[in-house]
């Protein structure tokens, strides 16, 4: 391949100066606070493996790489032609033989150069762009090229990015396993750190009720600073474009909402999905309310014309990080999940939600949506229910729920057995029939709006699920 193509993407091998130009750089630049994602702490630039970056669309995942290479540069005093970035979806690679013929072409340049480099960084962005693309990966590691070498791709489809990590058996370099990092939107605590950086909490060691009520109730010292902090994430969920505008701005603007509504809708046509169909689904599952349903029912309720229709376009939401699914368990205290029982479906970030059901629904201005979302006490439970159940998912192997004639709303798995039992209750009032379900698993841990107290008869810890979200590990 040409280096006039690769020189494209990487001014900086002619002057470090042109990062300074870079079109992400100058965005986190102009931040009023910076956002960094945990992830950029989780990547070994010095050993060689090849790291998969797996996110939805417009979470941040060019920006950590852009973020990468000024560190390198600017912090670490790495040589800029030793750094190599690839845009997929700009360069338009057609196949397995495109990409190799890219990777192969830099690395002989780079090693070509009067100055050897002891190791050289490839990052490869938006990489599900290119059908088997993961074949051209492997055809330059199997020719020996790739010693010296740290690879970072990424893509926003989980599907296409595991297929990818399948073809590369034995070639993932050190801590194989260590090497695919879901970079999902940041976490409420996440949003609290950057917002209030002088708030010092202590988070949860292990999370269990009483672990989380004792720490919820020394952070509750900062009431007002983490409420503050929530009522903003309830809007702008953990996307970088909507937290910066509603800092700025104290809304979010049409136009950020149609980047990633756009960005989303052209990744479904990608998957071969039609937009009207997409519409009639998510206004189903909006009009269900988080509650138990399944294939058949989602498909009477759209009019979709089959159930097997409703579930592929579900899927390929999944895959996309736009949809999370809960299964129920077998039986109530096992671990064993039923996929075949009703199953419950959320979106996994506020900002998805009022972007996408506002979409669904034809409803003309969008943070009109979302404010009246937020401010509505039942809407602003059902979308609470998702934010608790996306937090859980990033600490435990598998999350469920039970329903039979009582519920759990969370139930927390790991090491093959129930780690803890959850419930949702975002109202100002708790009766002891709100606490039915626990007591049945004889207690656990019961997220409520405003109360921090322990029902010591029932071993049920009420905590207010700000405080609990505030408490809980990035």
């Known amino acids: 391949m040409e280096l006039a193509r690769l020189r494209e993407q990487n001014r900086w091998w002619d002057s470090p100066d042109a990062l300074g130009t870079d079109f992400h750089l100058k965005a986190v630049a102009a931040t009023p ?19 998969i970056l797996r996110g939805p669309r417009q979470v941040g995942k060019t920006t950590i790489l852009k973020k990468l290479i000024k560190n390198l540069i600017t912090s670490d005093g790495a040589d800029p032609r030793s750094i190599f970035y690839f845009a997929f979806d700009v360069a338009g690679l057609r196949n397995a033989t495109e990409v190799k013929d890219a990777v192969i072409s830099y690395i002989n340049w780079a090693r070509s150069l009067p100055v050897q480099r002891d190791r050289l960084w490839i990052l490869l962005d938006e990489v599900t762009y290119t059908p088997d693309w993961a074949v051209g990966i492997k055809a330059a590691y199997d020719l020996g090229l790739l010693q010296g070498c740290t690879l970072l791709t990424t893509g926003s489809s989980a599907i296409d990015l595991r297929r990818g990590g399948e073809r590369l058996p034995g070639r993932r370099g050190l801590f194989a396993d260590q090497n695919d990092i879901d970079v999902l939107p940041v976490s409420f605590r996440s949003l609290l750190s950057c917002l209030y950086p002088a708030v010092s909490i202590q988070l949860v060691e292990q999370i269990s009720p009483e672990d989380i009520f004792n720490k919820a109730k020394t952070a509750s010292y900062y009431q007002n600073e983490i409420q503050s902090a929530f009522k903003k994430y309830l809007l702008s969920g953990g996307y970088p474009l909507s937290i910066i505008d509603l800092a700025k701005k104290e809304e979010i603007t049409q136009g950020t909402f149609f980047t990633y509504q756009q960005a989303m ?20 599952i909006l009009t269900k309310n988080a509650e138990p349903i399944t294939w058949q029912i989602l498909q009477q309720t759209t009019g979709i014309g089959s159930h097997n229709t409703v579930e592929d376009y579900v899927r390929t939401l999944e895959a996309l990080f736009v949809l999370s699914l809960l299964h129920q368990v077998r039986y109530l205290g096992g671990s064993e999940i039923s996929f075949r029982k009703r199953k419950k479906i959320y979106f996994t970030d506020p900002f998805q939600y009022h972007c996408l059901c506002a979409w669904s629904s034809g409803y003309g201005n969008y943070f009109d949506f979302a404010d009246k979302t937020v401010t509505d006490p039942l809407r602003v439970s059902r979308l609470l ?5 996306a937090h859980l998912m990033r600490h435990f192997p598998k999350l469920a729920f039970w329903r039979n004639r009582t519920e759990i709303d969370f139930i927390c798995l790991g090491n093959g057995k129930t780690e803890m039992f959850a419930e949702l209750k975002y109202q100002t009032r708790i009766t002891s029939d709100d606490k039915r379900g626990l007591k049945k698993t004889k207690g656990g841990l019961l997220l409520t709006r405003d109360h921090l107290q322990i029902d010591q008869t029932n071993h049920i810890y009420m905590v207010p699920v700000h405080l609990f979200l505030a408490v809980l590990p990035e």
């Not at 994602?37 to 790291?51: C, F, G, S, T």
């Not at 229910?385 to 159940?389: H, S």
């Open 33 to 51: 606070f910076p956002i960094n994602h945990p992830v950029e702490k989780m990547i070994n630039l010095a050993q060689d493996r090849l790291y």
């Open 265 to 284: 809708l052209g990744d479904m046509t990608r998957a071969g999905k039609n937009e009207a169909v997409l519409r009639e689904l998510i206004g189903g």
């Open 385 to 389: 229910e998702g934010v608790v159940a």
